[in-house]
Every structure is written in C-alpha cells, then in structure tokens.
C-alpha cells in the first residue's frame, strides 16, 4: 500500500501570513498533486508535478505555489494566507493517473 | 474543457435499498478513464473502482459500474445498500494534462445509509 503523509494534519494560521503544508511519499511515484476540498465543490486540483525540479499548474493555482525538491516531497506554500483558504488539503501521489492515485490523510487548514 | 459532474449531492437510503449514484463527464478524448473513489470519514479517499472499457461492467467491494461512453456516464450502483457504505463518493475523470495524466473530480454526493 503507497504511503503519502501530510503535515501537518491541522493549522490555524493568521491572515496574511505564510503557510507552508508538506507531503512525502515512500512509493517512488514520479506524480504528486494538491487538492483542496469543500463542501460543494469536491476535490479541485491546485498544483501538481510530474518529478523532482517539476510543478504545473492545476484549475485553481491562484493564490498557491508548490514545490517539489524530490521524488518524495511536494510542498504546497500559501505566500499570504487568505480566509478563503480555510479548507481540507490533500496531497495525492501515483505512478500514473490512469492507473490509481493514493491520498494522504489531509490537512485541515484555517485561516482566522 | 473536460469536466465531471455528480447532481447529487446528498443521498439518504435505508438499509437494504439499492443505490444508484449518478455521474456524467465530459471530455474531448476519445478514450477516457473513469474512476470512483471514496472518501470514509476520518481516512483517505481511495479508489474504489475504474474503467475506460465502453459498456462493460466493472466490479469491487459489492458495487458496480458501467461506462457508457453514448451517454458519458459511469453510474455507481449497489444491489443492497449497508450502513458501512455510508461515505463520501467521487466520481473521477484521468485527463492529459502536459507531461502525464491528472484527476478532475466531480463534486461529490454523500451517500448516507440509515437502519
């Protein structure tokens, strides 16, 4: 079973404020995503990579920026944290998306 | 572009019913992958079952799905609903995006299954 672990797995930061979530994976997959998640609107993809040095931009990259230093570490960073970014994040990682992509626990971020 | 979309959002059966969780997509390719995942409270979403074969039946865990790519849906039904099914359930589409393949969701519907 591919491991993916978030940290942290709650955070209250202020606004304005600079917010960094972490994600590693043991599995070696090359493909690794943040996802936001709110009631109404599901999962939406915010930033993925295809490798270690590689980030794309997913449907809502505003406001993020990701970086992905290695095979197992994806990063999600909030540069000025906003109370719209109060949400649940994920970080999932796969070998391929057509095959199966295995999430993390969550993090579950307010911004006050 | 390519999307998903789950028109319910919250679904209230009794033990013992069928369920039936609707899903279309749409999409520009031709051979599309379809997923559901499910998200049980306090764990990961994982994969429950997928598909990119036209009109046949795919199963796993008591549930089932068909893609038909006529219509674009991949609809996920169970015969007999338990409480233990009671979760949130994603509907999926693999896209190509770039260098690789990524996931867009649907909204999700909350499958709530009550004694």
């Known amino acids: 079973e591919a491991a993916v672990t978030q940290s942290p797995r709650n955070k209250v930061a202020v606004t304005g404020g600079k917010v960094t979530l972490s994600c590693n994976q043991t599995?070696?997959?090359?493909?690794m995503y943040w996802y936001r998640q709110d009631t109404g609107h599901g999962l939406r993809l915010i930033h993925y990579s295809y490798g270690a040095g590689s980030t794309e931009k997913g449907d809502i990259p505003d406001g993020y920026k990701a970086s992905r230093p290695s095979q197992e570490n994806f990063s999600l960073i909030l540069e000025l944290a906003t109370p719209s970014q109060t949400s649940v994040y994920f970080c999932?990682?796969?070998?391929?998306?057509?095959?199966?992509?295995?999430f993390g626990k969550g993090t579950r971020l307010t911004v006050v | 572009g390519d999307s998903v979309t789950q028109t319910e959002g919250l679904v209230t059966l009794t033990e013992g019913l069928p369920v039936m969780l609707n899903c279309t997509y749409q999409t520009i390719y031709s051979n599309p992958f379809l997923f559901w995942y499910v998200h049980y409270l306090n764990e990961s979403p994982r994969l429950l079952l997928k598909?990119?074969?036209?009109?046949k039946r795919t199963e796993h865990q008591g549930f089932h799905a068909t893609l038909h790519k006529s219509s674009s849906s991949f609809h996920l039904q169970k015969s007999s609903a338990q409480l233990s099914d009671s979760a949130l359930y994603y509907c999926a589409l693999s896209r190509y995006g770039g260098s690789g393949n990524k996931l867009i969701f649907g909204t999700g519907t909350l499958l709530s299954v009550k004694p």
């Open positions: 599995n070696n997959h090359n493909n």
């Open positions: 999932a990682s796969g070998e391929d998306a057509n095959t199966e992509v295995f």
């Open positions: 598909s990119s074969t036209d009109n």
